[in-house]
């Protein structure tokens, strides 16, 4: 009896013990996870054990201590006197604001470059197709070094500073643009602004559901627009004073002052990164562009829209369900490619995480954070992309 | 009938003036573009020529070729370079004889390469006029002879593909102990990694990368498409984590936390660190490529493969794979290219690798401290030498192996 019953336990359903599937899934499991765990044990003991023989505590504590050491630019206001975490928030600032503006600026460049390349006229797609191959082939941090070291670094000293209209100068200090200055009824303007984008927006939404709805033209774009134009300018004229001074840079004894300064950092991680992914995105959108299928433009034409209206009512909303998945993960790698700003000294959030590791000798706990803030950011981006692509496959048929 | 076919015939080939016509004034538009587009060519014609042969002071790049290449590699052991060298010719020779094709146009690009070396009005081997200069020059010659040697060998002689793909595998592996040598050893004495350097050192970071990451990649595909819960969780959890975070940050992770993440007595080589990271960080992306190609495959294959008796085992390794690996082939190399030109950032972890290289030259004499632009001009082409010939083999080989036309 005991013995039929073990039999049962080994060979159930017929099969032995050591071939049943089932078994050796649990099997293979349970190991992965046993080496897994291990390893990260072993990994995370030996830390601990440096951390304590080091003297150093785990905890984030530190970040609360004084920084101690310059950071050259920032958004923020920031001196030394400031929290390690402060400085951290600092650097994370000028990552995003390189991230940011690059973006916008990679995206123009990406779509001239694509729509040039895709041009009917030889010498201009010719053009396009030099700068996207060369720039495509070359590593980005050659790139980078280029235009710091090559370029922004070797400009004139600050007395002999090329002028450029606006006014603006360029010099090794970098460049200085003609800016604007707030006044006293800045914010009393900045109320009109704010109203003016609520009121597009609603006035948008409304006008296009009733479009849909009813059939009749609305003009949705065309009143948004002439909203968001006329209120500012309307409140420009209303606040009395002008709410915006302009601020030229004047050249004093050592340096300019007033104008708005580019830092020679920021722009050559700006120019490197913009060129860089300018070459890549004009790839997605030209692959966008091509994937939609040529019977379409027929058509649409057939129908009797304009040419405008094709690109449009059609083109646009069907290359940019193919454009849109890559062109996000673009975005991603310049923000990635951004930590590439310790190598040319721009203040991003990997070089200043470095110093902090210097600075307090806290390596892991600070890259951890690194690498938190980098997964957060690639994480939120791809939480964004997958809803905007359920969106897209909803207007789908 | 005729006059249909007639009809039918191709239009005849555009005259000049009509191919001008045609491509760069078809109306007012295109004819402003041109014109635009010529004066923006003949100015950045002009200011880059002149700044070439004019105002550049080619010297830092001409007087360091031997830095460029090997770097910190001691003088008196580059012969072994020279060896792996010949011994690469030789196979690139095989190759071309054995599988044609392809292969031939790289055979005779890496000829013609040693051959414009070994005619360069610049000294190889500095200091001047050394007898040196003369043997490297022979040596470079003596190359393109042996890849002539090697396609006769492979023409004449009947050898197996998967043989020659040995012997590559072969002697890598034997490049790998020649540049290293041996501890205690007379012939053959231990050359630290810290001298490996130049594009020696990116040849090398790359290839260990692309070599290594691949079946980790693989590996890890297979087990992100895993039915297993627990492995599938591990392997997204890598993949994604790795992806997430810049190259830097993993490279930083692997030459500054590792350390720490060992215990003492396991002291890890620092060139040997970075390729580590390297690898991972390919992995990760590898593996998603591959994944890419899993998907692709139909149900039907796997549902065939278990009809015909095969375990999961055999499916996976002669059925999945093989169809899954030729449909990312692009990808896969794209991926290549990408870790070539992310070695540069081996300069973050202190790897003298060539763009490191391009700093120390700089700064090596007080003359050349202004001479940013022509070195890292000098490694952008030659980077964009290396990746665009990558890139045409990319091309070349998918239309050998037919991707996308099933």
């Known amino acids: 009896m005991s013995q039929s019953s073990l039999t049962r336990v080994f060979y159930r359903k017929g099969v032995p013990l050591w071939r049943d599937v089932v078994v050796l899934q649990w099997i293979a499991q349970i190991l992965s996870a046993v080496l897994v765990l291990a390893f990260l044990w072993f990994f995370v003991s030996n830390v601990l054990r440096g951390a304590e023989v080091r003297g150093?505590?785990?905890?984030?504590?530190?970040?609360?201590?004084?920084?101690?050491?310059?950071?050259?630019?920032?958004?923020?206001?920031?001196?030394?006197?400031?929290?390690?975490?402060?400085?951290?928030?600092?650097?994370?600032?000028?990552?995003?604001?390189?991230?940011?503006?690059?973006?916008?600026?990679?995206?123009?460049?990406?779509?001239?470059?694509?729509?040039?390349?895709?041009?009917?006229?030889?010498?201009?797609?010719?053009?396009?197709?030099?700068?996207?191959?060369?720039?495509?082939?070359?590593?980005?941090?050659?790139?980078?070094?280029?235009?710091?070291?090559?370029?922004?670094?070797?400009?004139?000293?600050?007395?002999?500073?090329?002028?450029?209209?606006?006014?603006?100068?360029?010099?090794?200090?970098?460049?200085?643009?003609?800016?604007?200055?707030?006044t006293s009824?800045?914010?009393?303007?900045?109320?009109?602004?704010?109203?003016?984008?609520?009121?597009?927006?609603?006035?948008?939404?409304?006008?296009?559901?009733?479009?849909?709805?009813?059939?009749?033209?609305?003009?949705?774009?065309?009143?948004?627009?002439?909203?968001?134009?006329?209120?500012?300018?309307?409140?420009?004229?209303?606040?009395g004073d002008n709410p915006l001074a302009s601020n030229v840079?004047?050249?004093?004894?050592?340096?300019?002052?007033?104008?708005?300064?580019?830092?020679?950092?920021f722009a050559g991680m700006l120019v490197g990164l913009v060129v860089y992914t300018g070459a890549f995105i004009a790839e997605v959108v030209r692959a966008g562009i091509l994937a939609v299928h040529k019977g379409q433009f027929e058509a649409a034409r057939a129908l009797g829209l304009t040419q405008m209206q094709v690109l449009r009512l059609v083109v646009l909303p069907q290359s940019l369900r193919v454009i849109i998945p890559p062109l996000i993960s673009q975005y991603l790698n310049l923000a990635?490619?951004?930590?590439l700003a310790i190598l040319i000294g721009y203040a991003d959030v990997f070089f200043v995480g470095r110093t902090i590791i210097n600075q307090s000798g806290r390596a892991v706990p600070v890259f951890l954070l690194i690498m938190a803030i980098y997964l957060t950011i690639s994480l939120v981006t791809s939480v964004i992309m997958n809803i905007y692509n359920r969106r897209v496959r909803l207007v789908e048929r | 009938m005729s006059a249909q076919i007639k009809s039918s015939a191709p239009p005849a080939a555009l005259g000049p003036l009509q191919w001008l016509k045609k491509n760069l004034f078809s109306t007012w538009f295109n004819t402003i573009l041109t014109l635009i587009s010529l004066g923006v060519i003949y100015f950045a014609l002009k200011g880059i020529l002149h700044w070439v042969f004019v105002t550049a002071n080619w010297d830092p790049v001409a007087q360091s070729l031997k830095k460029f290449a090997v770097g910190l590699y001691p003088v008196e052991e580059i012969w072994r370079i020279g060896t792996i060298l010949a011994m690469v010719s030789t196979l690139a020779g095989v190759s071309w004889g054995v599988w044609r094709g392809t292969v031939r146009t790289f055979a005779l690009a890496l000829a013609a390469g040693f051959i414009v070396i070994a005619v360069l009005p610049f000294d190889l081997y500095p200091p001047n006029g050394d007898p040196l200069d003369l043997l490297v020059r022979v040596g470079f010659i003596v190359l393109p002879v042996l890849i002539a040697l090697g396609f006769l060998l492979g023409w004449k002689v009947p050898i197996k593909g998967s043989l020659v793909l040995l012997l590559w595998l072969l002697s890598f592996a034997l490049a790998m102990v020649l540049l290293s040598g041996?501890?205690?050893?007379?012939?053959?004495?231990?050359?630290?990694?810290?001298?490996?350097?130049?594009?020696?050192?990116?040849?090398?970071?790359?290839?260990?990368?692309?070599?290594?990451?691949?079946?980790?990649?693989?590996?890890?595909?297979?087990?992100?498409?895993?039915?297993?819960?627990?492995?599938?969780?591990?392997?997204?959890?890598?993949?994604?984590?790795?992806?997430?975070?810049?190259?830097?940050?993993?490279?930083?992770?692997?030459?500054?936390?590792?350390?720490?993440?060992?215990?003492e007595e396991i002291r890890i080589d620092r060139v040997l660190r970075a390729m580590i990271g390297m690898t991972l960080f390919a992995a990760a992306y590898m593996a998603e490529n591959v994944r890419g190609g899993l998907q692709a495959i139909p149900r039907g294959q796997y549902e065939a493969a278990q009809a015909v008796g095969l375990t999961g085992f055999q499916t996976t390794a002669f059925i999945v794979l093989p169809q899954a690996l030729r449909a990312v082939i692009p990808a896969i190399v794209g991926q290549f290219i990408a870790l070539f030109m992310d070695t540069t950032l081996a300069i973050i972890v202190g790897l003298l690798e060539l763009l490191a290289i391009g700093k120390a030259v700089l700064q090596s004499n007080q003359a050349w401290l202004l001479r940013d632009k022509e070195v890292y001009l000098f490694i952008a082409v030659l980077f964009w030498i290396f990746t665009y010939a990558m890139s045409y083999a990319s091309h070349r080989l998918e239309t050998a192996l037919g991707v996308g036309e099933r």
């Open chain 1, 56 to 182: 150093l505590s785990w905890s984030y504590s530190f970040l609360k201590e004084a920084a101690g050491f310059p950071i050259s630019e920032s958004v923020i206001p920031y001196d030394e006197a400031q929290t390690f975490g402060y400085a951290f928030i600092v650097g994370l600032l000028n990552t995003l604001k390189v991230s940011l503006v690059g973006v916008v600026l990679a995206t123009i460049l990406g779509i001239i470059a694509a729509v040039a390349r895709l041009s009917t006229n030889w010498l201009v797609s010719r053009i396009a197709s030099v700068y996207i191959e060369i720039i495509r082939n070359v590593p980005l941090l050659v790139q980078l070094f280029f235009w710091y070291f090559g370029f922004f670094q070797r400009l004139p000293p600050v007395q002999e500073a090329t002028a450029l209209p606006g006014p603006s100068y360029l010099s090794q200090r970098g460049l200085y643009i003609a800016w604007f200055k707030p």
């Open chain 1, 185 to 239: 009824t800045f914010w009393l303007w900045m109320i009109f602004v704010g109203v003016a984008i609520v009121a597009a927006l609603v006035l948008y939404f409304y006008l296009s559901r009733y479009q849909v709805q009813t059939g009749r033209t609305t003009y949705p774009v065309a009143t948004a627009f002439a909203v968001l134009v006329v209120l500012p300018v309307a409140g420009w004229f209303l606040v």
């Open chain 1, 249 to 265: 840079p004047v050249l004093g004894k050592f340096n300019f002052d007033g104008g708005l300064r580019v830092t020679p950092e």
């Open chain 1, 336 to 339: 990635k490619n951004s930590s």
């Open chain 2, 182 to 263: 041996f501890r205690d050893s007379e012939l053959l004495p231990r050359v630290s990694t810290n001298d490996w350097s130049g594009l020696l050192l990116t040849f090398l970071l790359a290839l260990i990368g692309i070599v290594a990451s691949f079946p980790i990649g693989v590996a890890l595909a297979l087990g992100r498409q895993s039915r297993l819960p627990v492995v599938k969780i591990f392997c997204t959890l890598f993949i994604e984590m790795v992806r997430g975070v810049p190259l830097v940050t993993i490279l930083f992770m692997a030459s500054i936390i590792l350390p720490l993440f060992l215990p």
